[in-house]
């Protein structure tokens, strides 16, 4: 049963927005974000309005069936009318549920997802090039657009870190189940023995912050320029085109120096930089309403184990979920990576229903 003040709610906040964004008063910062939101309350405020009305339905109903003075004509059309109420009634339940959940306010965001080669040498230099490799063919299955910000590169095709964007509808509801630790078991191409060798990546998923989500001072950065280094110590440009940024008051640092350009370099570990703050930010509120964290799938937290990717067998296993696919290579080339992100996001919807009426 949901609390009616929660549903009446909906309709308060519907017509509050309503009345807000046609009157032209609106911050222009905050108009797109008031829409959204109105928006999302119309997908469902027929069915509040609905609800609502159930119980005065209800009751007129079984006046009906009690008044001796109708025929029973009448009587039995109330009774069916009364079935097909409390049936209506239990489907709108169901929906006003899945609707009042606690939602990610960053679910709609874009993503920016650092890939870090962890335990392994060079083997996790090659598995964190694999990893890249899958979400670019999932990001292109979607249509989604990937944009790669800082890549450092190992021996033999690896990747010892790669930095990238993902821009799209929705992204970060969909990739944040990736961070955390990925492992790898499979036997590296040097092994003579035929030995399992085991190691892993680390992945992490940061919502893509705007100037509207966190502030940031100028002068709570401190902005250093340097010469770009390559391979060896050789000098890949002659002018200090690399930047380096920290944020005074959390201590994150950021270096970039792929582009050539430093004004180009600036910005983009200024975006790193604001989504890494914005994300911290977001941990430790989230630390504090510890009702929220049990009703999330892992705590996003990037030294938990989430996944393990098994070459020898031919699996995938999502740890959180117990999740066992037979299909690796299919899973690597994008192909069902949907079928585990679809049952990770089911588990998560049931533990905050749960979560709801606890």
Known sequence: MIPIDKVKDIIVKHDFLEKELSSGSIDPKLYAKKSKEYSSLGSIIEIAREYVK????????????????????????????????????????????????????????????????????????????????????????????????NISKSEAGGFKEVIFSVNGDDIYSYLKYESGVHRVQRIPETET????????????????????????????????????????????????????????????????????????????????????????????????????RRSQIGTGDRSERIRTYNFPQGRVTDHRINLTLHKLDEFLSGEIHEEMNQQLRLKEQNLKLENLHS
Not at 119 to 136: H, I, N, P, R, V
Not at 197 to 207: E, F, G, N, Q, R
């Open 54 to 149: 159930f119980e005065n339905d209800k009751k007129d109903l079984i006046n009906i069936m009690q008044d001796e003075t109708n025929d029973q004509e009448i009587v039995d059309l109330a009774e069916k009318d009364l079935e097909d109420l409390d049936m209506k009634k239990e489907k709108y339940e169901n929906t006003l549920k899945v609707f009042l959940l606690p939602k990610d306010e960053d679910d709609n965001k874009n993503a920016i997802v650092e890939i870090r080669a962890g335990t392994g040498g060079l083997e996790a230099s090659l598995f964190c090039a694999d990893l890249f490799k899958m979400y670019e063919k999932v990001c292109s299955k979607k249509k989604w657009k990937l944009e790669i910000i």
């Open 193 to 292: 023995q035929g030995r399992v060798h085991t190691s892993a990546a680390t992945v992490a998923v940061l919502p893509e912050a705007e100037d509207v989500d966190i502030d940031i001072k100028e002068s709570d950065l401190r902005i250093d320029v340097f010469r770009a280094g390559g391979p060896g110590g050789q000098s890949v440009n002659t002018t200090d085109s690399a930047v380096r940024i920290t944020h005074i008051p959390s201590g994150v640092v950021v270096s970039q120096q792929d582009e050539k350009s430093q004004h180009k370099n600036k910005a983009k570990a200024l975006k790193i930089l604001r989504s890494r703050v914005y994300e911290a930010e977001k941990r430790k509120k989230d630390q504090e309403r510890s009702s929220n």
